[in-house]
């Protein structure tokens, strides 16, 4: 037997159990519509997506000069630590994204979530350092924040366009508790779990604050693609003075299973004796103790998909971006068809409404808990995530509402059967 308080303190903190609490919900109450994790729409899943990168890739090889002992031996045997596809992803990110830096300043990942492990990990070195997450936060770089021991705070992101004057307010306020702010992290587009998105005076204004309080900022935006109109550039494309640690994903832009994400971390680090080096290399070798390299198959068939899609997944993703955006345009409109403006029935229902990505805020007139989820998916059949799930001091009255899992039959269904829910706690006014 093995005392749970013995234990690492973080399997004590409910932040942990909030994924596997997403996984497991939908499974428990499989005719339940679920908003609640943001999986990607399975429509869009083709074998022969699988198939036809790892020709490509392999056809790639054979044209780059290499032996079929190479390529065989590329695809079987352990690979290099920061990874095979660096000169695609560094191509992909140029041609897509206007970001500009060279194959060595990227480390391919087992997913954005091991991104983030490594750059909490190189970074936090001193127990006076903090992480300030702009909140509420992603629960994968809070969880691996609380994995690693690192103290996190949030910048409250409340207003979607208000974020550099928190920063600062932050920022000030650990530096007066004697604490030095290593880094911030954001999703500046689409967020999770919010759906806020970033104008870009205010990436501006976020990058000069940085600059200024000498912060690097961790930007994560797994979402960007899925956008309804223009995308804004990326805070790295702005980035002039290399402030900027950027995680990508390949979990929504090509698919989940195939665990692929990456850093560009193109910060020049500096040793006692003067040698250089990229903080990319700092993260290869913590990469080297965590999953040695990443899985040569997925590499080889998501390098496929971006050499099959001239490096452009904007174009392989045309499909899903018109579905996410249909969703989205759905969901909206069933709210607003449940909670017409200034019905006095319904007190405090209240949404955002994002210009893209999988989720939007819910706030309601009463608190919302994992009680009243459990009642929700018993009773009414319809699943959410309470926010609090994702910020335990965060708004008690919000829910994240995911709509990228569903059809758009089930969006209306389902906001129908949420209705129902609200109106059962709010009862109509007088
Ligand atoms: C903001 C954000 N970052 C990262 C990830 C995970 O990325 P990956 O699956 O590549 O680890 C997600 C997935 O839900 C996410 O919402």
Known sequence: MIEKESLHASLRDP?????????????????AISFAPGRPFEGFFGLEDIQDGLRAYLDHLAERGRTPEQVAAELFQYGPTAGSINDLVARHLEVEEDIHVPAEAVVITVG????????????????????????PSYVGITGAARLLDVPVHPVPWDDPNDLAAPLRAAVAEQRAAGRRVRAFYLVP????PTGHTLALPERHALLDAAAELDLLVIEDSPYRLFTAGRRLPTLKALDRGRRVLYVGSFAK???????????????????????ENLLAAELTKI??????????????????????NGFRLAEANERAIRHYAGNLERMLAALARHFPPGSRDRPGVSWNEP????????????PVDAELLRRSAEEFEVIWTPMRSFEPGGDPCAMRLAYSYVTPDEIDEGVARLARLIASEAPEAD
């Open 253 to 275: 832009s090509a698919f989940p299973g195939a665990r692929l994400g990456y850093a560009v971390a193109d910060q020049v680090v500096r040793d006692r004796a003067g040698q």
């Open 355 to 366: 210009d893209g990505g999988f989720f939007l805020t819910l706030r309601v007139g009463f």
């Open 112 to 135: 954005a979530q091991e991104a983030m492990l490594l750059a909490v990990r190189a970074l936090f070195a001193d127990p006076r350092d903090v992480l300030l997450v702009a909140a």
């Open 15 to 31: 932040l942990l159990d909030s994924m596997n609490f997403l996984n497991q919900v939908v499974l428990r109450y499989p005719d």
């Open 287 to 308: 990469k080297s103790m965590v999953t040695v390299n990443t899985p040569s198959l997925s590499q080889a068939v998501v390098g496929g998909l971006l050499l099959r």
């Open 189 to 192: 587009d689409h967020a999770n």
